[in-house]
């Protein structure tokens, strides 16, 4: 069991000191703590029959189309985002 000062301020415990023990468990509040707000993915797709890429932030909204893969990982740095592999 975690001590209960560091279960309060650690996203991967309960308020209880005991461990998620799925990480299914966890909640939006305990993802933010987790940097989720910094992770996106890329998406390949297609717009008006051209090749598109969306990047996607975790929770799986769109955040910006670009035509070519480099626009995409320039503008993530840009942003100071980071992708997230997602099979």
Do not use: C, K
């Not at 990047?55 to 909204?61: K, L, M, R």
């Amino acid at each position: 069991m975690m001590p209960a000062d560091t279960a309060q301020t650690d996203p991967l415990w309960h308020e209880d000191g005991t461990p998620l023990a799925n990480v299914r468990q966890i909640t939006p509040a305990q993802l933010l703590e987790l940097g989720i707000a910094q992770l996106v993915y890329l998406r390949q797709g297609t717009v008006d029959g051209e090749t598109a890429y969306a990047i996607h932030a975790a929770d799986g909204s769109a955040v910006a189309v670009v035509e070519d893969v480099e626009v995409a990982v320039e503008l993530v740095a840009e942003h100071g985002l980071i992708f997230a592999t997602v099979h």
